[in-house]
């Protein structure tokens, strides 16, 4: 019956059902169908009709975090924002851009370059991730050092609420104060607030000259204090990479060739060309002294190789955890987190965003570990995260291992207001219910 | 609201005492009166009280005080505001925070300091300074206003365009929720768990509860800083060339415009080396590296130049840049010259339609009768028109608000905003259905509903009042108590 509904909204075509399933199943759980609607009212008139028979809705990009979350605790409806792929607008003299949430972050960013600009966010695996889901997951990359994320770039934003009504938060001027900054609200929030369709977000000009070069150390120890020297220094670089051994192999298909070192600091620059072959220099000079190789340039494809880089170096992963932590903290739980993995007698590739504090923390599958020993491993890489000043969250992980180690940390006392936001936001539960943070 | 019979307030007031002392308790009218409006004097309301905490438990305390006795209560920096933001529209008590004003730590090694909501915010950037670091956001008001008050408002400053507001900058903060509980939102690290509640809390106007430690990034110096006056004949002109730098893939830290009657409001008062003849002046500032600092000057400068400007020049040093700066910054108080009183519209457009919202907003206010002068950022799109006026001419005032009101319209009608970094307060309340449709309101009354259920904390403030519709702007202005013993005028 609701299917049937469903078609007629969106048309037969753009329904799935049964074995056309499998590649929305999360956790194990396959919904009842994956709905693609063509419109903002399509979209809107498929989430009042679920919300109406108490089906829960659970948005989807290019699925590229369905792996993020508590398992979803009901079968629901796929939400599929893919047809909604459309840059709306972008006037350049504004250095704005207005697009449906279903675009790529690869299609979006070509149509910007065509015109000398950019979207300064460079999550993992653009040519599969949707602007709407990298806003919902608040997905970012190397690049975020200098630039920020989503929330330093989404300035408008329009969403389908859980009682189907069309709401639009900020605007699409690079400043505004007028109302609650619902844009930020929406960023991270993993679909439970609202159904992202369209999006407004700030732009930056490409400029004259992007470099990403490595220096190579052969202890974390040294290329952690070179990180840190770094952000003391009068360099200005946009993404300050840190990767331990083990991550630093899967550089290597991407241009970092010679023997693996012990850890490599991967730095990018960008502006006039006087501007990065000076902070080139300076950063040979700024780290040389602490243990430092000379400054190599890589290839401009291992940026997308860096984002990536500990989960592809022991692919497949047995899990995939993301720590924050305060940044002069990172070589050490960087050192910590393998040496937890290893006394285990398993494999762990581990990077960061050293400036930021931000590592990922990927475990091989070497020895075939039992989840009971997955999931001590990543107990203890979270508590790592705490005693850094921070925490931990699941990436990804097999269902076993979720079911002993909670896929996001304790969000304190805030986690009742945001459980009082959702009760007031979406009062019937219908938006990706069980999945998010404090049971929401 | 009806104020508290007597012998209730001297309860009141004894048990604040006990809490705050006797000089961290003001109830006398005449005391009351000094917080009865911030920068924006249309507006005035009493409290019954005015509290000074000096910690987050006493901020606590004072909040579960007034829940217990029904009050409402409003947190307060330095009134710097310029939207009524702060006004205990419905009585009730003024918690003040003027005296939480330390820098509690500064953390080098992570680049963040912890503060307290009553610091200013340029005394921030002082006590970083000698490291090399600075606190980014720098409203115009910096020399007064406090960091709490920048959190409530989101503000801005002409250095935004490059490195971001307030929310930007802040990544944790401790709050007295609106009952009294002392939570964290967001916290130390650049990522929290869960909903970014300290970025929706940021730009919340006291709306949310009352921040008590803020956690901000503070950056480190640039290399360099090149400052770039450029002086145009014509306001169209300067106009072009802000497009003109932002099509040239330049991204100055600051872009600020200064039209002709602030450029001589300014130099009546401060002499800071203007041109009084130009219609229009820009001040585009560079920073960062010193290496290639003379190119990007280079493409500003013919920028400017191919946009029509008559003269380009380059600060030649440090005090001259700092002339530059103080003329943009103390343009609000030159208006004094000029003016015996004026009121400061906020409000933001796509950049591209500049050359055409300048004109239409100096046609509106000219069609009522008054006068303009504009100082703004223009860089992102910023507008601040300042309508000139006389508050003993009568009927003049209700022209201003009316040419505002225009203003607004105008801004939401080419695709922009009805503020920029003012905020809504009570000013632009009931201008909130220019820009915001009834769905995303009750959206956004909802939201506000699981911070501050019971609506106690800073009521009457940026939505529409239903019941008042229309009336809100209607203050009647009077002399502010001060004003009549002479000790301060108007500016």
Redesign the interface.
Known sequence: MLLDKLRSIVGPANLLAGVDLSPYVVDGRTPEAAVFPGSLDETRAVVELAASAGVPIVPWGGGTAAAVGAPPSRPGLVLGLGRLGRLVEH??????ATVQAGMTVAALQSALRAR?QWLSLDPPDPGRATIGGVLAA?ASGPRRHLY??A??LLIGVTVV?GDG?????G????????????P??F???HGT?GVIVEATLKL?????VERLVAVRFDRVKDAGAAA?AV??S?L?PTALDLLDGEAARAMAEAGERGRPPGALLAVGFD??A??V???CGELGRVTGPLGGSRVVTLPGAAWDALGSAAPRAVDPPAAVVRL?????QVADVMEQAAGAARARGLVAAVSAHAG???LTAALGTQGAPEPATVAAVLQEWRAMARAG???A?LESAPLAVKAQVPA???????????K??K???DPRGILNPGR???G? | MASLAEPRKRALRQELEALLGRGGVLSDPDELAVYESDGLTLFRALADFVVFPRSAEHVAAIVRLANREGLPFVARGAGTGLSGGCLPAEGGIVISLMRMNRVLEVDYDNQIAVVEPGLVNLHLSWAVGPRGYYYAPDPSSQQACTLGGNIANNSGGPHTLKYGVTVNHVLGLEVVLPDGEIVWLGGRTRESVGYDLAGVFVGSEGTFGIATRIVVRILKKPQAVRTVLAVFDEVAHASQAVSAIIGRGLVPAAVEMIDQLTIQAVEDAFGCGYPRDAAAALLVELDGLAAGMEVQAARIVAACREAGAREVRAARDEAERALLWKGRKSAFGAYGRVSPAYMVMDGVIPRTRLPYVLDRVNAIVAAHGLRVGNVFHAGDGNLHPNILYDPRRPGEEARVVAAGAEIMKLCAEVGGSISGEHGIGLEKADFMPFIFSAADLAFMERLKAAFNPTGRCNPGKMFPTRKTCGEAGAVAYRPHPIEEKGLAQRF
């Open positions: 006037e350049p003299g504004d250095l704005t000398g608040n920020g994320t929330r330093d609420t009504a069309v709401v639009r938060g605007g699409k001027v690079v400043k505004n104060v007028a109302g609650y900054d619902l930020k609200l960023v991270g929030s607030l930056r000009p490409v400029a004259d840190r952000m003391g009068d200005v502006g006039l006087e501007q072959d000076w902070q924050v932590v305060m940044p002069a930021v504090g931000v000043g921070g925490h969250t996001w940390d304790d969000p304190g006392a805030a986690g009742r207001i945001m009082a936001i009760a007031q936001l998010f943070v404090a929401i």
